[in-house]
């Protein structure tokens, strides 16, 4: 295994890990980055966490039902999530704006 000798070891290339790696590389410090799978952050590589996008519409619907009086009744059925759909949502998000 090679050794080497560094200023700062950064663990993890997520936001806070490249953040840091920049400051220090800026500061002239001798830096090593350090990581295990892939670089840059999940929502950069893969989406904007696709479950926050149920979050919304689900608190929307039990506050619909509140109102109406229907706290204590039962759904008929189970709510289905189409994670086609989701991340279809998702990527449309992601391509108009940055997370």
């Known amino acids: 295994m090679k050794q080497i000798k560094v200023d700062v070891a950064v663990i993890g290339a997520g936001t806070a890990g490249m953040a840091a790696y920049?400051?220090?590389?800026?500061?002239?410090?001798?830096?090593?980055?350090?990581?295990?799978?892939?670089?840059?952050?999940?929502?950069?590589?893969?989406?904007?966490?696709?479950?926050?996008?149920?979050?919304?519409?689900?608190?929307?619907?039990?506050?619909?039902?509140?109102?109406r009086g229907a706290?204590?009744?039962?759904?008929?059925?189970?709510?289905?999530?189409s994670m086609c759909s989701l991340m279809s949502a998702a990527s449309a998000i992601i391509s108009s704006k940055a997370c």
Request: proline share 5%; charged share 25%.
């Open 22 to 67: 920049h400051a220090a590389r800026q500061a002239g410090k001798q830096v090593v980055l350090i990581e295990a799978a892939e670089f840059g952050t999940t929502c950069a590589r893969v989406g904007c966490m696709p479950s926050k996008l149920t979050v919304r519409p689900m608190a929307c619907t039990t506050q619909r039902r509140k109102r």
């Open 71 to 81: 706290s204590k009744a039962r759904m008929c059925s189970r709510p289905t999530v």
